[in-house]
């Protein structure tokens, strides 16, 4: 048991230290695309798109090959190398399709490695707290895209080429947790089950999770990558460091408050929070979009509260189905892809559609748009009731 537990902190500190290089890396590139390479909002939300898009289709092919051949859990450890070796390529980039390209596959290794180790966490956890594990897990991993944020504000002056050497450097230290983990959990993957799980807890079907995970996910599409970075800085007049530590410290404030949802779900409560977030995600980019510091933090702190929140409640669930890994990388997979359309429908409106004035309320046009999906989410959502 107590080994067991070592594997699971390991997964969890794979969790911080691999966010806390991406988070590092994300801005950086952010900035370095826009400012240096001068590049339209647009084409950066195709940068991101491309990433999350291709991470999706990795997402569930790992997944598929995880269930045929359990020792495929240690290419997710080896991907994360590759990740460690390519961030270094992006100092070397002079237009924005270069960016893209490294981006592509930043995108395929990723896909492969967190759906690995979100699935390997879950199975791995007692049932009985298993919501409230996969939420510690993702905790860890935002308090590290604070850190991540906070770490690229005070090295801005180091320049692109050093920033992502200490990106690089996470990246290994990831790797290798990973691969000590599943050496030691080794016995408690089961990729498949023979049998569909009994009657019990577990009431929402595999199809439903994965339809509110779409459309949660292109809600808060906009909290994302990094199309967020320049929307901040540019609709609040904020400096590129204050941009990036505000919007770490709201996300680490969002997952630190999503633990408490996480253990009412271990209680069967899974339904209720579900419909609750659901309002929550489809409000936030109305929110956003009002041009004042409060209101577009809130935004973004519902948007990845509800998005938070549901990660570990949903990857709980599909935990518990017959062809868990697979499962968990279609709903990764799935996430991906809406954002991906989220990410780009966001880009493009935003540099093609100003600001309006409603009630003497200054509102930024692009986020307007998502607000006929926030019906449909509704829609969805309480049928599961």
Avoid at 100 to 116: A, D, Q, R
Avoid at 209 to 215: A, E, F, Q, Y
Wanted: charged share 15%; aromatic share 12%; glycine share 8%.
């Amino acid at each position: 048991m107590r080994k067991n537990t070592v594997g699971i902190m390991l997964l969890v500190a794979s969790a911080f230290t691999g966010t806390l290089a991406f988070r590092l890396s994300t801005p950086a590139i952010a900035f370095y695309t826009r400012d240096i390479l001068n590049t339209s909002m647009a084409y950066i939300s195709v940068i991101s798109a491309s990433f999350i898009m291709t991470r999706s289709f990795s997402a569930v092919f790992g997944g598929l090959l995880l269930e045929k051949k359990k020792s495929i859990v240690y290419l997710g450890a080896i991907a994360m190398i590759g990740n460690a070796l390519i961030v270094n390529l992006y100092p070397y980039t002079s237009t924005w399709v270069h960016v893209m390209e490294i981006k592509v596959m930043n995108g395929l290794l990723n896909g492969i490695s967190w759906p690995i180790a979100q699935f390997v966490i879950a199975v791995s956890s007692p049932k009985e707290i298993r919501s409230r594990v996969t939420a510690v897990y993702f905790i860890f991993g935002n308090f590290a895209a604070l850190l991540g944020n906070y770490t690229y504000a005070i090295t801005q002056d180091y320049g692109l080429r050093w920033q992502m050497f200490f990106a690089s450097f996470f990246f290994f230290l990831t790797a290798f947790c990973m691969l000590t983990s599943y050496h030691i959990l080794y016995k408690k993957i089961i990729p498949k089950k023979e049998e569909e799980p009994k009657k019990g807890k577990i009431q929402i079907d595999a199809k439903k999770i994965i339809i509110l995970s779409s459309l949660i996910s292109f809600l808060a599409a906009f909290t994302f990558g990094e199309i967020t970075y320049v929307y901040v800085a540019e609709t609040l007049a904020l400096d590129k460091g204050t941009a990036a530590t505000m919007i770490g410290l709201t996300g680490f404030m969002a997952t630190l408050l999503a633990y408490i949802p996480s253990k009412y779900a271990d209680l069967g409560k899974e339904k209720k929070i579900i419909i609750g977030i659901s309002v929550m995600a489809g409000v936030s980019p109305l929110l956003a979009a009002v041009k004042n510091p409060f209101t577009v933090f809130m935004g973004i702190l519902m948007a990845i509260f509800a998005s938070q929140t549901f990660r570990p409640i949903s990857r709980g669930i599909l935990a518990s189905v017959r062809r868990a890994s697979v499962a968990i990388g279609g709903v990764n997979a799935v996430g991906n892809i809406s954002t991906t359309i989220g990410q780009l429908v966001f880009g493009f409106a935003y540099s093609s559609l100003g600001e309006v004035v409603i009630a003497g309320i200054i509102l930024n046009a692009s986020l307007l748009i998502f607000a006929p999906v926030l019906l449909l989410l509704l829609r969805i959502a309480i049928k599961i009731k």
